[in-house]
């Protein structure tokens, strides 16, 4: 139970740069994949399937894809970045202003950069040896799930079953959500010879960083901050 809990807390993502000559073990791969495996999901539909990528040239496909950064993306982060450690500490939601650069923390300049040539998916690869596409079907779902809300929490276990196996395992994890955006998904898809039914979830770099990975501070709320007793507003936990 220690470990298991130990697995919870420490679990973060990754995005140092990763060593590409450092692959991930077969063994270990498959570990991670039967923890999707194993994944609980709505109606026990287990609709998803997972694109192993891990050969150089196909990864050079999806690295050379570009992904845009649109101006309402910057203009909602801005507003979840707290400028201070002081603040993050008080607000207890969201990231660091430092996490990224300084241009995105320029309203006047969203336009710009959504204008720009969007930067190529290697970017978030960054090194990665190994990346797993995760797709799902949407003409399968859970009974009466309205936009297949029960298909997206199933996915949700999925990538979580997988990130805690692979923490357990020493390999450095990131999410790629960028592989499921508009535009994006298309070229995914096609590198991949992914079917025309399938959709892509999102991705997840394995790997192994090229230094010891550095936390940076990581905040929660309390649980008597998101926790009601028996009805809404009751605080008494």
Request: aromatic fraction near 6%; hydrophobic fraction near 40%.
């Amino acid at each position: 139970m220690t470990d298991i809990v130990n697995l919870i807390w420490e679990r973060s993502s990754n995005r140092a740069p990763f060593d590409p000559d450092r692959p991930v073990s077969n063994e270990d791969l498959l570990q991670i994949l039967d923890a999707a495996r194993w994944a609980p999901t709505a109606h026990n539909m287990q609709n998803f399937e997972i694109v192993v990528v891990d050969d150089r040239t196909a990864l050079r496909k999806l690295g050379d894809i570009r992904s845009p950064i649109s101006e309402v993306f910057l203009r909602e982060n801005l507003e979840l970045l707290s400028f201070t450690r002081e603040e993050l500490l008080e607000r207890k939601v969201g990231i660091l202003a430092s996490a990224f650069p300084p241009e995105w923390l320029d309203p006047d300049r969203f336009r710009e950069i959504a204008e720009d040539p969007p930067p190529p998916l290697s970017e978030m690869i960054d090194g990665g040896p190994t990346v797993l596409v995760v797709l799902f079907d949407p003409n399968k779902r859970a009974p009466d799930s309205e936009e297949d809300v029960l298909g997206m929490i199933s996915l949700g276990c999925v990538m979580e079953s997988m990130w805690l196996m692979a923490q357990h395992l020493g390999i450095g994890v990131r999410v790629l959500s960028q592989f499921g955006n508009p535009g994006v998904e298309e070229e995914v898809k096609r590198a991949l010879d992914v079917p025309d039914r399938m959709r892509v979830a999102f991705g997840l770099r394995l790997g192994y960083p090229f230094s010891k990975h550095v936390k940076g501070l990581r905040v929660r709320r309390e649980v008597s901050d998101l926790a009601h007793h028996n009805r809404y507003g009751i605080k008494d936990l």
